[in-house]
């Protein structure tokens, strides 16, 4: 996820673990599905900004394919990238306000999003996405919720390192005022260090949540020509509803 403020600690001094709570195993269907939405654009699309990369694990599997430069809030966390991602280019911004002073063939930006609690947080975004994006280019975002489909929901997972190192997480989701734009994750974290030492962290986030025709609009008044698209994919949950976005050619 990770643009998100830096005073989360998941995404700070938890960073380091972040291999062993979301592996970028299990990225690879998610990433192949984004890359088939990255080649909607009307120009060939080769090199690639993304907004939001976290731990890098998109970009483990998109730079086979892509010249990816990839920009997060967290130092932490591009730190934990670059060491999985050294030939993509890193840079430490907020997704609200980076320039970069170039142009790409496609701008992505996955569940990063997700931190984006307001309408003008989100229509920073997208001016953000828009202003690094070529004529002819698109721009992808795949939140993890849009009002219309979101249910509360509970998870768990985690994973183990050959150094005797695990982390066992919890997480749980819900809204508690559907009359406002943001819901709420709680999230649980054991983590059990090399020498069998074992920390509860807990903490709750505060995401944002969007109808489809506020996205819609949004990406249109950013002079994007937007469809919203059903995620194809094989995991226990439902497909989200992603948005590309393409920007005209003049």
């Known amino acids: 996820m990770p643009d998100a403020p830096v005073s989360y600690r998941f995404y700070g001094e938890l960073a380091d673990w972040w291999p062993l709570i979301s592996p970028p195993e299990e990225y690879e269907e998610e990433a192949a599905f984004a890359l088939t939405l990255l080649r909607r654009a009307s120009r060939p699309v080769q090199e690639v900004l993304e907004l939001g990369s976290g731990g890098g694990h998109n970009a483990f599997h998109l730079k086979e394919e892509l010249d990816l430069t990839l920009v997060d809030l967290s130092e932490a966390m591009l730190d934990v ?3 999985i991602n050294p030939q993509c280019a890193h840079r430490q911004g907020d997704m609200r306000a980076v320039r970069l002073g170039r142009q790409f063939d496609a701008v992505f930006i996955h569940d990063a999003v997700d931190y984006m609690v307001s309408e003008d947080d989100l229509r920073r975004v997208i001016q953000t996405a828009t202003e690094h994006c070529r004529p002819g280019g698109v721009v992808v975002v795949m939140p993890d919720h849009t009002r219309e489909a979101f249910q509360p929901s509970t998870g768990h997972g985690g994973h183990d390192a050959p150094d005797g ?22 999230y649980v974290f054991l983590l059990r260090g090399a020498d069998g030492s074992v920390a509860a962290i807990d903490e709750v986030h505060r995401l944002g949540l969007f109808g489809e025709p506020e996205w819609l609009e949004l990406l249109a008044a950013a002079g994007l020509d937007a469809t919203a698209v059903t995620e194809v994919t094989s995991e226990d949950r439902a497909p989200r509803r992603c948005f590309v976005a393409r920007r ?3």
């Open 165 to 186: 190192r695990g982390v066992r997480y919890l997480d749980w989701t819900w809204d508690p005022d559907p009359a406002d734009s943001w819901i709420l994750t709680a």
């Open 81 to 83: 990238s670059r060491r």
């Open 248 to 250: 005209p050619a003049p």
